[in-house]
């Protein structure tokens, strides 16, 4: 950041008069321009014992597959966030939405937000974002070219609960170590 | 927003190439704005049988009781960002802290994310936030004195499970309807 939204002057980064942070404060109209992680909401649709994926047509992680995701937008809820990227990434009407597994990604200021649904009827097709969707059996699901952490977590926690019918909402930190392997710990 | 953060020259709010919805793009350089809702994490206290509330030292709802709640930051959980408002306006430490409760509120832009731990000795006095920091039995709590909808919401769900010890995962939608009333519905 280097100017004012408000005026456009220059920002300096300081910590503000009675606050204990470095913030982007204007010099010229003094306003605290505040930074705050953003939510990526997404969905874990299933077809009777099939679940839907979508292969990434944009990077990150382009070619690898992925359950519905994306940054949640002003003026909609997490679940219709949610149902939103299911319906733009696959075309997939989500149907029963119910939260399911909170992931903290400190190091990159994101919270995802996943839930668990049915797919209407089964369909789906690629979107803008999606070079192909896909219906998968727990058998075929391909654990090697998953696009994020996050993915494989909340499809493991699904397949491990399936046969028991029970979904708690999981709540958990993942984050990347020093030698670049990713951490996941759940509370 | 006027000015760009990257150039600090004019945004126009339109529909950028690809996109559905209009967004504030600069008019120089290119750079699309996205805005996206923020976290409120906040937490409910218990010592003993009693809860801590803080009445605010600054509006919306100056006054007013409330739980420890504020904007998370980056570069923290929302379990962590729950725990610093706890210190920050009651000096308390929070402990064993676990999600209980996400409210969708779409009208303002915000996901309140509210955790349920223990009171670490009891000890609570108020930070530079709060006018006065109390531990209320139920049968004390002000009621008629609350600051927000979630406050409320929150306490009176924490009061209805703690005979049976059972605390699931709460998920709701919190909205001000024409006539100003505030609806709320849990899914």
Chains 1, 2 share one sequence.
């Not at 220059?10 to 204990?20: F, K, L, Q, R, T």
């Amino acid at each position: 950041m280097n100017f004012c939204t408000a005026c456009g002057a220059s920002v300096s980064y300081c910590i503000p008069a009675g606050d204990n942070r470095q913030r982007y404060v204007c010099t010229h109209c003094g306003t605290i321009h505040y930074q705050n992680p953003r939510i990526v909401a997404g969905c874990l649709l299933h077809w009777q014992d099939q679940i839907l994926l979508c292969r990434r047509a944009i990077e990150p992680r382009l070619g690898y597959w992925t359950l519905p995701a994306g940054f949640m937008e002003n003026g909609e809820t997490t679940r219709e966030a949610a149902a939103r990227e299911a319906l733009e990434e696959a075309e997939a009407i989500a149907e029963n939405l119910t939260l399911y597994a909170i992931y903290n990604l400190r190091h990159i200021d994101q919270v995802y937000m996943m839930f668990r649904g049915q797919l209407r009827d089964g369909f789906a097709q690629p979107g803008q974002e999606s070079l192909e969707t896909r219906l998968f059996h727990q058998e075929a699901i391909p654990w090697d070219a998953l696009a994020f952490t996050v993915v494989r977590e909340t499809l493991q926690r699904f397949f491990a609960e399936r046969p028991n019918g029970v979904f708690p909402v999981h709540y958990a930190d993942v984050w990347r170590q020093a030698d670049g392997q990713v951490q996941v710990h759940y509370a």
